[in-house]
Nanobody, 115 residues
Framework: QVQLVESGGGLVQPGGSLRLSCAAR??????????MGWYRQGPGKQREFVASINGNTAYADSVKGRFTISRDNTKNTMYLQMNSLEPEDTAVYYC?????????WGQGTQVTVSS
């Protein structure tokens, strides 16, 4: 059983920055073999892809140039550095494998961009 735990969200003003973390926990779980992704679900919207990382990185057009995905396989943790945040980035952010969803969703972490 693998548990995904997202953290680092909060309230930030437009133009601000946040760094999200995704910790993957589970016995006999080899984090490094999985391509991982960040997803988000804004108010009244469907969950959408934000960014992915395996040997390469990929981003949704809406966040390209502002967000940076990274991972530390020694810590079973993935990160999302979010800069130049916009009100449209307001959402609950989740992590999971990519492109196939291998695990149950975690609780997510709320990001609110507002003045």
């Amino acid at each position: 059983q693998v548990q995904l735990v997202e953290s680092g969200g909060g309230l930030v003003q437009p133009g601000g920055s946040l760094r999200l973390s995704c910790a993957a926990r589970g016995s006999s779980f080899v984090f490094s073999i999985y391509a991982m992704g960040w997803y988000r679900q804004g108010p009244g919207k469907q969950r959408e892809f934000v960014a992915s990382i395996n040997g390469n990185t990929a981003y949704a057009d809406s966040v390209k140039g502002r967000f940076t995905i990274s991972r530390d396989n020694t810590k079973n943790t993935m990160y999302l550095q979010m800069n130049s945040l916009e009100p449209e980035d307001t959402a609950v952010y989740y992590c999971n494998t990519w492109p196939e969803l291998a695990f149950s969703w975690g609780q997510g972490t709320q990001v609110t961009v507002s003045s």
